[in-house]
């Protein structure tokens, strides 16, 4: 989504509030958990739906970013 939005990273951390080490923390799928009001400024900055950046893995029983490409 971000790629879509010709969004940094950094531009998301200073838009969002959050740390660059924690957007690539979420980013990378290595997070225990994320807060609804973290995940809706994120949704607001990037103008789309939790959906939209959120991926569901039976596997591991945990969701994950959808954002894990290098673009």
């Known amino acids: 989504m971000m790629a879509k939005r010709k969004m940094s990273l950094n531009e998301l951390s200073r838009r969002v ?4 080490v924690n957007l690539s923390i979420l980013k ?3 997070a225990k958990g994320v807060r ?7 949704c607001e900055v990037l103008d789309c739906q939790p959906g939209d950046i959120l991926e569901y ?5 945990i969701a994950t970013s959808n954002d894990n490409t290098n673009q």
């Open 17 to 20: 509030g959050l740390t660059t």
């Open 36 to 42: 609804f009001d973290t995940l809706a400024s994120i």
């Open 57 to 61: 893995r039976a596997k591991n029983n």
């Open 28 to 30: 990378t799928g290595k």
